[in-house]
């Protein structure tokens, strides 16, 4: 069974002893998925806030028993702080026994487990040296393994180090360990790495190491003196406001008590230089005698 129906389970039963104990006439049947959700959103937040909606709750329950209404408010906020404790126990002491279950079956494989699986390939060298050692020195081969694999992937090292000499060691040593000693892998896993932007340099390194932490108040006086301005000046400057641009007025001249056109115009505007307003006039005609 899974923990949310574990959880489902405890809450329909808490639920269940809740209302036969208050309400021995109520209907068991209409509580469905719906409201065991709702009761478990409700435990939710009644963890993280016991001052959650009481009100809110009852009401909601009132729906489907319509006699929980009548349960006082303090009687239901203490039922569901106290079964929100309880699940809580319950998903402790579970983790409890899973994470003890998973550290003895680890102890029981590694007691299953050959030392020569353990160890990782030996070169010639070290097995001839391993056939003159005494069976005392065998026991001790088991803190030596981080040494014995650093000397194993000695010359992964070097070779990756040729293909790329302008990478760090820490970089390429990372790089053989994800790869488990293979040369591709280690140079296919280098190039993504490179690729993606994560890869290690030495630069980065030695500045992040070499940068301290500063505090709250050190990084906002550095921010004001960085980037703020402030004009030292600025009582003794005098300020001289451009002034506003104003269009020139246009002359007009109103129609007195007369017809608008059929514009539905009431004025006219009437042209700035005389000259316009003698080609705006109507030549005479010249009688001849």
Not at 214 to 235: F, G, H, M, P, T
């Amino acid at each position: 069974m899974s923990a949310i129906a574990q959880q489902k389970v405890l809450v329909k039963e808490g639920l269940f002893q809740f209302i036969t104990k208050h309400i021995p006439s109520a209907d068991l049947n209409v509580i469905d998925d719906i409201v065991l959700t709702y009761v478990i959103s409700i435990l939710e937040e009644a963890s993280q806030d016991p001052c959650f909606d009481v009100e809110g709750f009852i009401e909601m329950m009132s729906a489907y028993v319509p006699q929980f209404g009548h349960i006082d408010a303090g009687l239901v906020c203490t039922w569901v702080l106290e079964l929100e404790a309880e699940l809580n126990q319950r998903d402790d002491t579970d983790s409890l026994s899973n994470h003890d279950d998973s550290a003895s079956s680890d102890r029981l494989s590694l007691t299953l487990q050959n030392l020569s699986e353990m160890l990782p390939p030996m070169t010639k060298n070290s097995s001839s040296r391993s056939h003159s050692n005494s069976e005392s020195s065998e026991s001790v081969e088991g803190n030596r393994r981080p040494l014995l694999e650093e000397d194993v992937h000695a010359e992964q090292c070097r070779a990756l180090a040729e293909m790329f000499p302008n990478t760090c060691a820490m970089e390429i040593k990372h790089c053989v360990s994800i790869g488990h000693g293979d040369v591709e892998r280690a140079a296919a896993t280098l190039l993504h790495r490179r690729e993606q932007g994560q890869s290690l340099s030495a630069a980065a390194l030695h500045s992040a190491a070499r940068t301290p932490l500063c505090d709250d108040s050190e990084l906002k006086n550095r921010i004001i003196a960085r980037y703020s301005y402030v004009d030292k000046n600025a009582d003794q400057k005098e300020h001289k406001p451009l002034a506003p641009k104003i269009e020139p007025k246009k002359m007009v001249r109103y129609r007195d008590n007369k017809i608008v056109s059929l514009k539905g115009e009431r004025y006219t505007e009437v042209p700035k230089s005389g000259a316009d307003e003698e080609n705006l006039k109507k030549p005479k005609k010249h009688h001849c005698p």
